[in-house]
């Protein structure tokens, strides 16, 4: 986000369609902007002039100011996509925000988490950049003290200092960080709700000197364009033109070799979910080879693209997903891989801190003995994470949600048509008696259903105690 002087960028004269928007903006006030893409950002539908809004970036509050106009579905895309590109150089900000008394954050991480009473990766996300906050995102449950608070560290927004990630308080953070360092590319896989996500945006922040970030998600339909390069149609003065358009990680790459000081990292989330040689390309070769440089498609001269070794790429990777097959050897040689499996105890040591002793005695035990059955019916790659588990204040009843709501429908997708099997995993408790029905071919089974939570802690505990010998393999 940067302070914007209309009259002083001269958009009025250079942009002759943007004058009815500019004249209704200016104010003796200097006016700050903010550009967001339309498929990251759930606010453009939730938030509205006048909100008070926070922003972080890399993870740390940086501002807070007052939403006074936003550009994004009812107004003309053309005015959206010129005013982005008179701005930032490019069209894709489509959706403009413009702020008005906006002031630095001052306060530390820690403290704004204890105003908002939840972490800032609990209230924005993995991928957020900015949201409104109102009176029931407080800790105190009053905006006007939220404000307060705020002032009370502001520091001067004129120029704000970068904020450096804070320092890695694990070892097994800077052995991870190690190794980043050394092959400058690394996976993190293994089954879904370890933390594998969290984990990399963690390694990311934590890279010394305060590294840039992105963050991509690789899907069936992500491309080769999208993230390297590509040809894509723009309108320039009435006509559609098709030019060169960089993707998400040449752009990094090209950032990257002006600051060659500061460290740029690549987040993939999902990797294995993307046609990776297609997506990848010549990268295969680049990522590898950084001192040489390799010819890209779409480009007409001798230009080459080559990685600076400033940059990190970081992938994670669901062992769950049938799409682990799509990694190739030749992707594997390039990166380290990391295992993350269940932490127990870590788990353990979480919920007696965010809970207390009764649900520590009890959730740990329910995912081990979860998993244990799991590993012995299908495979170990299957097995469930902890931070399916990891939600603060964490009840009975908060268990009995996770249970019915996430666990047990995905044992359901694990063992589908295989009533026996998932009988044998969760026990009798959760699951009915089979029964045969010649009629319908075969046997069927039925959940016992969701209930008071008396009758769910008797389901835990026969889950717990129940053994079906040997278990079933077939």
């Known amino acids: 986000m940067g302070r914007i002087y209309f009259q002083r960028l001269g958009i009025l004269g250079r942009t002759p369609s ?46 807070f100011g007052t939403i006074s106009i936003i550009l994004a579905d009812d107004a003309p895309l053309e005015i959206r996509q010129a005013l982005s590109d008179e701005l930032w150089g490019e069209s894709v900000w489509e959706y403009v925000w413009f702020l008005t008394d906006v002031k630095a954050v ?33 800790a105190a449950g009053s905006l006007a003290a939220f404000v307060s608070g705020l002032a009370k560290g502001i520091v001067s927004a004129q120029e704000p200092p970068r904020v450096r990630p804070e320092a890695a308080l694990d070892p097994d953070l800077e052995r991870l960080k190690t190794l980043l360092e050394a092959r400058k590319q690394i996976i993190l896989y293994g089954p879904p709700g370890t933390g594998k996500t969290y984990r990399a ?29 590509g040809i894509r149609p723009v309108t320039q003065n009435g006509q559609v033109q098709f030019v060169t358009v960089s993707g998400t990680f040449k752009k990094l790459c090209d950032r990257a070799k002006l600051e060659p000081s500061s460290r740029f990292v690549m987040i993939i989330d999902e990797i294995n979910r993307g046609n990776i040689p297609k997506i990848f390309g010549e990268l295969l070769f680049a990522i590898e080879y950084r001192n040489k440089g390799v010819r890209l498609q779409y480009t007409s001269d001798d230009t080459h693209l080559t990685v600076p070794d400033n940059v990190y790429i970081i992938g994670t990777m669901n062992t769950a997903d049938r799409s682990i097959a799509l990694i190739d050897v030749a992707l594997r040689r390039r990166f380290y891989f990391e295992e993350m499996r269940p932490d127990y105890d870590f788990l353990e040591e979480w919920v007696r801190k965010n809970s207390g002793d009764e649900m520590a005695e009890v959730v740990p035990k329910l995912l081990q003995t979860i998993n244990a059955r799991i590993s012995r019916l299908v495979d170990r790659d299957h ?44 026990g009798t408790g959760f699951v009915l008696e089979l029964k045969e029905e010649s009629e319908l071919g075969g046997s069927f089974y039925e959940l016992v259903p969701n209930r008071g939570i008396s009758e769910f802690k008797d389901a835990v505990a026969s889950l717990l105690a129940f053994s079906e010998s040997p278990l079933v393999t077939r």
Do not use: C
């Open 201 to 229: 945006i963690q390694l990311a922040e934590a890279m010394a000197g305060g590294a840039h970030h992105e963050i991509v998600q690789f899907h069936p339909s992500y491309t080769y364009e999208e993230f390297v390069i």
């Open 18 to 63: 943007l004058a009815p928007v500019v004249a209704s903006i200016q104010t003796d006030r200097p006016v700050f902007v903010w550009g967001t893409k339309s498929r990251q950002h759930v606010e453009i539908e939730t938030m509205k002039t006048g909100d008070l809004a926070v922003f972080i970036v890399e993870g740390n509050p940086l501002h």
């Open 383 to 426: 097995v469930i994470g902890h931070t399916y588990f990891m939600k603060r204040g964490i009840d009975w009843s908060i268990l009995q949600t996770a249970m019915y709501h996430e666990i047990i429908p995905l044992l359901q997708e694990y063992f589908y048509n295989e009533p026996q099997k998932l009988r044998t995993v969760l």
């Open 106 to 138: 001052g306060l530390k991480k820690p403290d704004l988490e204890r105003l908002l009473g939840r972490t800032l990766a609990d209230l924005f996300g993995p991928y957020g950049t900015f949201r409104g906050v109102d009176e029931r995102d407080t």
